[in-house]
T-cell receptor, first 115, second 114 residues
Framework: DADVTQTPRNRITKTGKRIMLECSQTKGHDRMYWYRQDPGLGLRLIYYSFDVKDINKGEISDGYSVSRQAQAKFSLSLESAIPNQTALYFC??????????????FGPGTRLTVL | KQEVTQIPAALSVPEGENLVLNCSFTDSAIYNLQWFRQDPGKGLTSLLLIQSSQREQTSGRLNASLDKSSGRSTLYIAASQPGDSATYLCAVDERGSTLGRLYFGRGTQLTVWP
């Protein structure tokens, strides 16, 4: 089984709808991240969480919110989706305290299309 | 703000060639540098991680070097194969209060044809 899973894998929605993307991990890592990838722009950080009580905005947090329900779960919400939020969304985990030098491990991604 | 650049943006080569992919970054205060592989529509697979104190890392046919002072890394792929076709991403992990955030380049799209 994959260590980092994301649901759904694909989603098509309409402008104005509320959408939640979910991420779960079995690696036991404290740190979790949400990135989005747009063609030609690379990956950009939306939000990150260093533990259940610590959530921080990334460089493009406007229009998004997150919830860290447990060490293993980190959800990303779009309160009112807009077409320019169409992108590939990735969840990642890391744990520098385990001697892994903060190597990040990524989920398979969620392809979101907002019409 | 850290900026990561990858050159070339795309590369198409015949099978068997040795390749060099380049990555540069603007702020040398990095914790480590990671190279990832991404297949179309798929997630990222970590290939190599180089600590800021290291000069290179090797895994099979892949060798990554790091020159922190000049802000450069290269990924060397020996004896390329069609299965190497993918996008290769470079990312740096910056020291400081936001330790753990990765800054990504836009990637090099590699095609290896038989």
């Amino acid at each position: 089984d994959a260590d980092v899973t994301q649901t759904p894998r694909n989603r098509i929605t309409k402008t104005g709808k509320r959408i939640m993307l979910e991420c779960s991990q079995t690696k036991g890592h404290d740190r979790m991240y949400w990135y989005r990838q747009d063609p030609g722009l690379g990956l950009r950080l939306i939000y990150y969480s260093f533990d259940v009580k610590d959530i921080n905005k990334g460089e493009i947090s406007d229009g998004y919110s997150v919830s860290r329900q447990a060490q293993a779960k980190f959800s990303l919400s779009l309160e009112s989706a807009i077409p320019n939020q169409t992108a590939l969304y990735f969840c990642a985990t890391s744990d520098p305290g385990r001697g892994s030098l903060n190597e990040q491990f990524f989920g398979p991604g969620t392809r979101l299309t907002v019409l | 703000k850290q900026e990561v650049t990858q050159i070339p943006a795309a590369l198409s080569v015949p099978e068997g060639e040795n390749l060099v992919l380049n990555c540069s970054f603007t702020d040398s205060a990095i914790y480590n540098l990671q190279w990832f592989r991404q297949d179309p529509g798929k997630g990222l697979t970590s290939l190599l991680l180089i600590q800021s104190s290291q000069r290179e890392q090797t895994s099979g046919r892949l060798n990554a070097s790091l020159d922190k002072s000049s802000g450069r890394s290269t990924l060397y792929i020996a004896a390329s194969q069609p299965g190497d076709s993918a996008t290769y991403l470079c990312a740096v992990d910056e020291r400081g209060s936001t330790l753990g955030r990765l800054y990504f380049g836009r990637g090099t799209q590699l095609t290896v044809w038989p």
